[in-house]
């Protein structure tokens, strides 16, 4: 068995796996820092109901995030060393910005933002809840950094060193700025604002079926629609962005997307197709002459097909063809449904709609695929290289790995990380069914604890 096809596999899974939760987590921490601020400035014991519950399932998101992304970095060494030995200089640095300046931001907060509630003031809830949030968008970029070079590879000079080529950095802050580092970076989180958004529509929707907590779930469903769709209005706008960036240094990867072979002036954009990659033509509803408008401004400018580029560049083109339009497919649904549903708010009829509740439960998976989709076409869309120009996927493997090393480990880890997804599935479905609690106590904002209410209704406290 091919060792390369092993790898890519194993990693593609582990990534894949691991990219469920960080998302989740991105999301949830916008509205965690939403729902709390609206608490702190209204003293709406609504508002702490909402903030209190959605802190523990944001908790069983972020463990699973931690725990499925150590183990990519160590697969860059065991499965990958070539390609370690090559760019470990430049993918380092960013990885390591993301151990100092990101994750001990998270965890250093992380414990106020779980356990302090009753035990520091508001106002230190809230500064650690955004610090949390904050770090688990800077970890997202950083890591988004160190793969954007890999698309995009820029300020590096190649050197020898043992007798090895490698790639080491010349300007430290053009690699963390390359070209399409913050298109990228962008699209990625607010793609995670609107998966964390629909988690919470999801959960909201299950009580307004059930009758129960209704205006926990009210409140969360109205602004968790608010935020997807303020983000569902800015993915089209970054994703024309990125497009442009990939159509200059990635042309192989735009023509792809598109299933363009013949280099064409005024090339239509397709909405939805099939690609027949034999005969070299694509099937399929087709705009005309918008690609050419969308990506240069002009709609008889020209654009490269896949034919103007060898083709051992070319990277397998229906399925990066299918995986994009999937996820423009998905992203376009988001923002009619968000819309949609918050008219439908402002006239006080969303919650009597039950076909939409019930959509909206299951709705959860959407986002999900979105993003899963989203990776998949950009980095299926750049093979066959694993650094774009530079290096090539089959040449980053490790030579001393034997293929029954990896095909073991594969089967390990789809079988604990089976494990982990029940566990997660479990820990979710048990904090769902046990629905928020109940706090009845009173409220001290300026000491930031809650004093107990039977001690403070006794006789002898009420007399003085």
Request: no cysteine.
């Amino acid at each position: 068995m091919d060792v390369e096809l092993l790898s890519r596999l194993q990693f593609g899974f582990t990534a894949m796996f691991h990219y469920i939760f960080p998302p989740f987590s991105i999301g949830m921490g916008l509205l965690l820092v939403i729902f709390e601020s609206i608490y702190l400035y209204t003293k709406n014991p609504l508002y702490e109901k909402i903030t209190r519950f959605w802190i523990k399932i944001f908790a069983a998101n972020f463990s699973l995030g931690v725990a499925t992304g150590i183990v990519l970095e160590f697969e860059f060494g065991t499965n990958w060393s070539k390609y370690s030995r090559f760019v470990g200089d430049i993918f380092g640095s960013p990885l390591a910005a993301e151990g100092i300046f990101a994750f001990f931001l998270e965890s250093g907060f992380l414990a106020i933002l779980l356990f302090g509630w009753d035990r520091v003031k508001p106002w230190v809830h809230w500064f650690s809840t955004l610090m949390v949030a904050l770090g688990s968008m800077m970890s997202a970029f950083w890591i988004i950094v160190a793969n954007s070079w890999q698309q995009t590879p820029v300020a590096y000079k190649i050197v020898m060193e043992n007798g090895y080529e490698r790639a080491v950095i010349t300007d430290f802050w053009a690699v963390v700025f390359n070209p399409s580092s913050m298109p990228r970076f962008l699209h990625a989180i607010f793609g995670s604002y609107i998966q964390g958004a629909f988690l919470v529509i999801s959960v909201s929707a299950y009580y307004l079926l059930k009758k129960k907590h209704l205006e926990f779930a009210k409140k969360s469903i109205f602004i968790s629609l608010t935020v997807a769709g303020l983000s569902s209005i800015a993915q089209p706008l970054i994703g024309h962005w990125h497009a442009e960036v990939v159509a200059r240094y990635q042309p192989t990867k735009l023509a792809a997307f598109e299933g363009l072979f013949e280099t064409t002036k005024g090339a239509p954009l397709t909405l939805f197709g099939w690609v027949d990659t034999e005969n070299q033509k694509t099937y399929g509803l087709k705009i005309p002459k918008l690609l050419s408008f969308m990506v240069n401004g002009d709609a008889n400018s020209e654009i490269k097909g896949l034919n103007a580029y060898p083709k051992d560049l070319w990277p397998n083109v229906n399925q990066v063809f299918q995986s994009y339009h999937i996820m423009v497919a998905l992203g376009m649904l988001f923002l009619v449904l968000s819309f949609v549903s918050l008219y439908w708010y402002k006239k006080g009829t969303l919650f009597e709609k039950t076909w939409l509740m019930k959509f909206y439960v299951v709705s959860v998976v959407l986002p999900v695929i979105a993003n899963q989709a989203g990776w998949y076409s950009a980095e299926r869309g750049r093979q066959p290289w694993i650094v774009q120009g530079l290096l090539k996927t089959a040449d980053g493997v490790s030579p001393s790995v034997h293929w029954g090393e990896v095909l073991t480990s594969l089967i390990l880890f789809a079988l604990i990380y089976s494990l982990l997804f029940f566990s997660w599935t479990y820990i979710l479905n048990k904090e769902i069914q046990h629905g928020p609690e109940s706090h009845d106590h009173d409220h001290d904002p300026e000491a930031g604890y809650h004093k107990n209410k039977e001690f403070m209704d006794t006789p002898i406290i009420k007399k003085v």
